[in-house]
T-cell receptor, first 114, second 113 residues
């Protein structure tokens, strides 16, 4: 089954404790992206990747890091989480950078930072 | 200035037709997408318009007018399962490349019996 998977689905952590949210897709998509969703603010892009070893900042990149060493994986790293990063995070992928109008989303990771 | 606007809430009766509007002001534009998101779920792609006109997919249709910087999603024969949030998303908003989607804040549709 074609899908985007994320782990963990739920995470409660404390301020400053480094964490990684994994994202994997099995559709051989070139483009991958991370979004955060907050009430009343919609989906905001954090980082995106056009292909392996090619990443770029989205609209809200502060406090986040990403890497793309393999085509299928695009982990999101929070080196020193803060309470304002409490949010619902979605990973998404599309066939290529010219097909981003149709993105496939993972199930989401709900992160709470205390 | 740059903006991407859609109503925050809409209520409609089961079996009826509802239209969700989306207006945008942007220095760049490649096209308009629509996504559906049920509570607790992930966004799922519904439709995309790059050119003016109407695109139909079953009960759902999407329209774009580039000259008016306006689009809408039309849902016909509403069913209870259509209760969800609907997001419009612009490719190329604020002069970004065609590879970025900027989402509106979403419209929460409630379908009532």
């Amino acid at each position: 089954e074609a899908q985007v998977t994320q782990n963990p689905r739920y995470l409660i952590t404390v301020t400053g404790k480094k964490l990684t949210v994994t994202c994997s897709q099995n559709m051989n998509h070139e483009y991958m992206s991370w979004y955060r969703q907050d009430p009343g603010l919609g989906l905001r892009q954090i980082y995106y990747s056009m292909n392996v070893e090619v990443t770029d900042k989205g609209d809200v990149p502060e406090g986040y890091k990403v890497s793309r060493k393999e085509k299928r994986n695009f982990p999101l790293i929070l080196e020193s989480p803060s309470p304002n990063q409490t949010s619902l995070y979605f990973c998404a992928s599309s066939l290529s950078g010219t097909n981003t109008y149709e993105q496939y989303f993972g199930p989401g990771t709900r992160l709470t930072v205390t | 200035g740059q903006s991407l606007e859609q109503p925050s809430e809409v209520t409609a009766v089961e079996g009826a037709i509802v239209q969700i509007n989306c207006t945008y002001q942007t220095s760049g534009f490649y096209g308009l997408s629509w996504y559906q998101q049920h509570d607790g779920g992930a966004p799922t792609f519904l439709s995309y318009n790059a050119l003016d006109g109407l695109e139909e997919t079953g009960r759902f249709s999407s329209f774009l007018s580039r000259s008016d910087s306006y689009g809408y999603l039309l849902l016909q024969e509403l069913q209870m399962k259509d209760s969800a949030s609907y997001f419009c998303a612009v490719r190329g908003f604020e002069g970004a490349g065609s590879y970025q989607l900027t989402f509106g804040k979403g419209t929460k549709l409630s379908v009532i019996p």
